[in-house]
């Protein structure tokens, strides 16, 4: 068992990290006050081939594995949540059902532009009532001639009403429940289909979260992605890579406090001696920095599963379940450590907080984990 990182993976992170304190650091701030959406950062991001990294260079991509893109929504986490939920989205849920499901033409016409940053992409699943329970879904989609006509909502949507590109789930079959769900592609700026509000949100506020509507929205046959019916297999696929980089994101946040932390304990002065020289402050700093190292583990772990093309479904979901719990927690202790200052906007942490309590919700919350993890160990106990 060897857990160094290779030559290739060391210079990748590098790279990624020096970009993130040069091009990304410096605004997280300042966006997450005026909630304006990072396009800067997002060209910079394609110019390095960061809005594509785990897909193959012919389709437009970097070229890299799983275990790089895991590494890169960490690093670019580490200073921005809303930077970081941007490429995640982008990547796991705008780009990958198309590499996963899609023809050579949708490869082509789809994944091309969005791996290569050129386009923006998004992922609409959840809905008013389709939650936790996704295959709930009440979207329909009708076959009139060489069209589907499209009907419903979507809710939650990261990067809905910027997105070029959105995949979205749809029932064909009423009759089967969740397995007559299927997923279809939409451009922007087709007729029919509209944006809602944008969520107000508690943190990620740089981030576009948007509700979607589709009014008797048209779309041509060829727009539907794989088979007819495979949507909830095709969503449960997307969401257990997903997981990893969600994973990743609460990751970075937790270091990205932690590392605040431990500079300000050793500056920061009471009694006559910095407070790193207290015990409290110096176990704190223990708990945080080996439960970051733990979830580390797991999520790259997870990620070189994947790589390998070994099964992973339960190791992502214990990867994100304990990577946004443990960051909760280690972005909660910074601001302790911190104290006064932890509570202001101008020393991170408390951003940091914020961006972090959505990792134990999005893609689908601790709960659900829970039941997931629950599920592979049931199976593998027969
Ligand atoms: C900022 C943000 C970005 C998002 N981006 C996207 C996106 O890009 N695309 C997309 O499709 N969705 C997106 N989502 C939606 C997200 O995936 C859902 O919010 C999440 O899956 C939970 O669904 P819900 O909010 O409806 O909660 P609910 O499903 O209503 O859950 C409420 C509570 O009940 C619990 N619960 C539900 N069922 C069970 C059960 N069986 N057992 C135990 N507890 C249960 C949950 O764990 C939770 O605590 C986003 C959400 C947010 C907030």
Known sequence: MDFTLSPEHQLFRDTVREFADKEIAPKAVE??????????SLKKMAALGLMGVPFPEEYGGAGGDTLMYAMAVEEISRVDGSTGITLAAHTSLGASPFYLFGTPEQKEKYLKPLASGQKLGAFGLSEATAGS????????????????????????????????TLVFTAVTDKTKGAHGISSFIVEKGTPGFEYGKTEKKMGLRASVTSQLFFDNMRIPKENILGQPADGFKQFMQILDGGRISIGAMALGLAQGAYDIAVKYAKERQQFGRPIADFQAIQFKLADM???IEAARLLIYRSAWLKDQHLPFGKEAAMAKLFASEIGEFVCREAIQILGGYGYVEEYQVERMYRDVRLTTIGEGTSEIQRIVIARHLLREAR
């Open 31 to 40: 966006i997450d006050q005026t909630h304006e959406f990072p396009w800067d």
């Open 133 to 164: 329970d996704a295959g709930g879904t009440k979207t329909t989609a009708v076959l009139d001639g060489d069209e589907w006509v499209i009907n419903g909502s979507k809710n939650w949507i990261t990067s809905g009403s910027i997105a070029d």
């Open 289 to 291: 920095a080996t439960q």
